[in-house]
């Protein structure tokens, strides 16, 4: 970001009042009078943040500055260096392979017992999509199982890495994820198996969690990819 963005977020945060969801922003002609900016200025400056998730709509709060998620930025950003020609889908699919395997001693540090049970829960989710052969609901279980590894850290900005490359590859993810369900039912005779190996896997991730076994897990995500 430019110095006069920073200086426009200073602006906000001190004009601003804390709010629950974050801090509630002055009006445009507030905001106009402290920046020095015009009005049509300022509209550009909060779009831009709007865009990166840092400026949200709350009913009954107006515009309200907030920590990004990735639902609402950083997936954006990913998407925007995609069409720019800047990265590629396998690029960013190598980086999101390299952070899960990086972050597995931290996890297994960090993680609890519930967060475990929350990730074999996933798990089933998954399990049961396919068994259905509804692959955008095993996708949303599956993006849900990474997404929440990445939460067991409880650092805000990992999971909004790991957030917005999972949204970024979400087409990718899809065919990869159609493509291998119907290998298995292929092998296995046209019929849907008890279990999907695709899905399974997901336990060897889980179990070694369990058991607080750095070098296990690390394997287990290098295996997953």
Known sequence: MDAETLEFLDSLVREGTEVEAGIRVPTERRLAEVSGM????????????QMLGMLKKVQGSGNVLVAPS?????????????????????QIAEARE??????????????????????EDLVYAMVDASANRDFAGGLE???????????????PIMSYVAGGMNRALH?????????VISKEIAANGGEVPEMFASDSVHFEITRPLGSRTRAAVAAALAERF
């Open 98 to 119: 390299m952070l899960e395997v990086a972050i597995a001693p931290r996890m297994v540090e960090r993680v609890t017992d519930q967060q475990i049970h929350e990730l």
């Open 70 to 90: 990735f639902d609402g930025g950083s997936g954006n950003v990913f998407e925007l260096m995609l069409r720019a020609g800047m990265v590629t889908v396998s």
């Open 141 to 155: 279980a599956d993006h849900a199982f990474h997404i929440a590894l990445f939460e067991i850290l409880g650092n």
């Open 38 to 49: 015009s009005r049509a200025r300022v509209r550009e400056r909060l779009s831009g943040l």
């Open 171 to 179: 087409d990718l993810l899809l065919e990869r994820r159609r493509v």
